[in-house]
């Protein structure tokens, strides 16, 4: 059983879905808003968005239900996502290790994923920020939206509904952790592409090999060889 519930106004989504858990027996609880305060997104930074033109959405998934590692159920969500705006715009759409998600060289999608312990039941808080109809991003070079990028209106309503559902129906049907690996991998973006990289206070031209079962990224970096990176520990530009 999967519900899904809106708030004309919150700070997080992430924070909000636990008050539903208290009182929903069910596997998959979505909370959305249109109109999200104080967005969180990965290792502390934050996700704004214009008021009444984006969609913050959170799941909260049983984890007891998921046998994957953490590190796998984070590339799962990413590669569902990706999955679901692909097929909504008709677009090629890649996911930025380890989780943001790119179309046409933007970003439209940022991820925060935690687990809570809530009501006696552990969960994966899945939290996503959508640019789904702002048309300005000011000084934010790298972001776009389903509008600025496909030219496409869409209903937020209706967006919400389609995603929930998708979203649900994955979580429901997991493949397994190689599989997922080789869907991520797959449309890694800049996978296999000369790129720069900011490695500490050092620039220096790489390529994406792959995204491993631990969360690492390896690199053929132009001066020190293939090695493996977490998050943080290097920054891809672009």
């Not at 998934?61 to 046998?67: E, G, T, Y």
């Not at 979580?171 to 997922?180: L, R, V």
């Not at 994406?208 to 969360?215: T, V, W």
Request: hydrophobic fraction near 40%; aromatic fraction near 12%.
């Amino acid at each position: 059983m999967d519900q899904l519930f809106y708030l004309k106004e919150c700070s997080s989504t992430n924070d909000e879905v636990s008050k539903f858990l208290l009182y929903e027996n069910s596997d998959f609880i979505g909370v959305s808003t249109f109109n999200q305060t104080k967005g969180r997104g990965q290792y502390g930074n934050t996700w704004a968005a214009a008021a009444g033109k984006n969609v913050a959405y959170t799941l909260a998934v049983k984890a007891q239900s998921i046998l994957l590692s953490d590190f796998i159920f984070n590339y799962y969500t990413a590669v569902v996502i990706r999955d679901f705006l692909a097929n909504l715009t008709d677009n090629l759409v890649n996911i930025k290790w380890p989780n943001d998600i790119i179309l046409k060289n933007k970003k439209i999608v940022g991820i925060l994923i935690e687990k809570k312990k809530i009501n006696q039941n552990n969960y994966f808080i899945i939290g996503a920020g959508f640019n789904v109809l702002q048309d300005q991003f000011d000084e934010i070079l790298h972001a776009g939206s389903l509008l600025t990028l496909t030219g496409q209106v869409y209903d937020l309503e209706d967006f919400v509904f389609k995603l929930h559902e998708y979203l649900s129906e994955r979580m429901k049907n997991i493949p397994s952790e190689q599989e997922i690996i080789d869907q991520f991998n797959m449309n890694l973006y800049r996978k296999d592409e000369i790129s720069v990289f900011e490695i500490g206070q050092e620039r220096q031209n790489g390529i994406i090999h792959h995204a491993d079962e631990k969360g690492e990224l390896w690199i053929e970096l132009e001066k020190d060889g293939l090695k493996p990176f977490y998050h943080k520990e290097i920054k891809l530009l672009y």
